[in-house]
């Protein structure tokens, strides 16, 4: 077989249509295109203008609910403007009328190309339906964002970092700032739900302008009177902006979460709220990166994910870490964050690294060898406790009746690719955890969540693959994915491409 033929055959096993592929080249260098005249077409409106009055109307019309779905449009026009220094601005024309408002998002509106790819979906319309617990009070949220279920991704943020101060202040600093201007306009104002479609943009009602415009122009100064400050890794300064030059790279930052990663700007030396919807996820994936290894205390994050299972399903359902197993002649050195029953199965939970992830089938094989010696027992860290576990009949669990539950030690939106344990091992992110465990009404109800999965495989997809103890693939994120089929975020917790 000649070399070409072979190259066919190979591209027809793999799925891979060199049209398609063709297809796929010209599409990338139209969008090239079109995204550098956006930039040049945005450049030259925003030149007229004062550049605090651009980013404060670009963010009145990204918080206007009916544009809830057009986030890709708002995260490219807000990243060209703070991209610009100062010295590019004539401030020749101001935007301190409804009608100049209008005139400005009307221009902004017709010279950004659609994004069916990405703005192909339409997140939770809401205006302040969720409070989640920050300062001792419970401050209203966005919960609709392009990260799915944002409190329970703020729970698992807070389980990893609850020993970094300024972790939880820039959290807590970005509840506070949604809070301010939620709270500071009224619900009958931010625009109506119905039908509301995938990338669509409309020009706000003058009555959302005045109120969104005076809440904007505040928040940060109310909520660094309640004693928080603002993290300079998570402001952007004018004419620092995120450059982003083609389709690609645009794309990718959207997909990652990284395309205005900041939570305010400052502006002529005024502080102003960016990406207001998305704050609490910004910070997410601004600490997911700055944690140095050798600063986690491993110990204390096992401690806390006990404590999270404790606090829901209590004693003896749940026994808190951190444990190692041991027998008289052996120990496993890896900690054991909780060990907790779940009907017929007692289940290990392990928090591990994603390097630690290849090891997991050995572990595994590590906990049955010693479960099967059958004098065995859970050592409590820091103590002189040791822990039996007996059935009714007083006889020790047997192997098969050991499961093994990993977290994944991480909390962020951006993608990741993993290989999942080939053993029996259950592989899930944190927030996953979270999610799963939160609405569990008692564990027992955590053997049929895993037969449900199983069950409905061709339905979850890859979506679930993290919850099934087989081998595969699987991008772990919460951020909104394009193409996901109808109902994947609701079955598994995540969408998927």
């Known amino acids: 077989m000649g070399k070409k033929s072979r190259m066919k055959r190979e591209r027809r096993e793999q799925g891979i249509n060199p049209l398609h592929a063709l297809g796929r080249c010209d599409f990338t260098?139209?969008?090239?295109?079109?995204?550098?005249?956006?930039?040049?077409?945005?450049?030259?409106?925003?030149?007229?203008?004062?550049?605090?009055?651009?980013?404060?109307?670009?963010?009145?019309?990204?918080l206007w609910l009916p544009n809830i779905s057009a986030h890709v449009t708002h995260h490219l026009a807000l990243g060209v403007a703070l991209s610009m220094h100062s010295e590019q601005f004539t401030r020749a024309k101001g935007i301190d009328s409804y009608d100049e408002f209008c005139e400005f998002v009307t221009q902004i509106y017709r010279v950004i190309p659609s994004f069916p790819s990405l703005e192909d979906f339409v997140p939770e319309p809401d205006w302040g339906d969720i409070r989640l617990s920050s300062d001792d009070e419970y401050r209203a949220v966005f919960y609709g964002c392009a990260v799915e279920r944002i409190p329970d991704f703020v729970e698992a943020f807070r389980l990893i970092y609850a020993d970094h101060a300024d972790a939880l202040d820039d959290m807590a600093c970005a509840i506070a700032l949604q809070n301010c201007v939620i709270s500071n306009i009224s619900r009958d104002v931010v625009g109506s739900v119905d039908n509301i479609s995938s990338g669509h943009r409309e020009v706000p009602s003058v009555l959302f302008w005045q109120t969104c415009r005076a809440a904007l122009s505040t928040a940060c100064i109310a909520v660094q009177s309640l004693g928080h400050k603002f993290s300079p890794q998570l402001t952007i300064e004018q004419g620092h902006g995120p450059s982003l030059a083609t389709w690609t790279q645009f794309g990718d930052a959207v997909m990652e979460g990284t395309s205005l990663a900041a939570t305010t700007a400052l502006i002529d030396g005024k502080r102003l709220p960016v990406s207001l919807r998305n704050a609490t996820s910004v910070v997410i994936d601004a600490w997911a990166t700055r944690v140095a290894a050798a600063s986690v205390d491993f110990v204390g994050r096992c401690r806390r994910i006990g404590s999270f299972l404790l606090r829901r399903f209590g004693d003896p359902t749940v026994c808190q870490g951190p444990?190692?197993?041991?027998?008289?002649?052996?120990?496993?050195?890896?900690?054991?964050?909780?060990?907790?029953?779940?009907?017929?199965?007692?289940?290990?939970?392990?928090?591990?690294?994603?390097?630690?992830?290849?090891?997991?089938?050995?572990?595994?094989?590590?906990?049955?060898?010693l479960v099967a010696s059958g004098d065995w027992a859970f050592h409590l860290e820091d103590s002189n406790q040791y822990i039996e576990l007996r059935n009714a009949d007083g006889s020790p669990p047997s192997s098969a009746e050991i499961g093994i539950l990993a977290i994944l030690d991480r909390v962020a939106t951006s993608w990741l690719s993993i290989k999942t344990p080939k053993g029996g091992t259950r592989l899930l992110s944190l927030p996953d955890f979270v999610s799963i465990f939160d609405s569990l009404s008692d564990t027992d109800e955590l053997e049929r969540f895993w037969s449900f999965v199983e069950q409905h495989d061709s339905l979850l997809g890859p979506s679930a693959a993290s919850a099934r103890p087989e081998t595969r693939l699987c991008r772990c994120n919460g951020r909104s994915q394009p193409g996901a089929p109808p109902g994947t975020a609701r079955l598994a917790n995540r969408r998927f491409i």
Do not use: T
């Open 29 to 62: 260098n139209d969008m090239d295109i079109a995204l550098r005249q956006a930039r040049e077409d945005l450049q030259n409106i925003y030149a007229q203008y004062n550049p605090y009055d651009v980013v404060l109307s670009l963010e009145v019309s990204h």
């Open 323 to 369: 444990l190692r197993l041991v027998s008289r002649k052996s120990r496993i050195d890896r900690h054991i964050a909780a060990v907790c029953r779940a009907g017929k199965r007692i289940y290990l939970v392990a928090l591990v690294s994603i390097d630690e992830i290849p090891a997991l089938d050995a572990f595994e094989h590590q906990v049955h060898s």
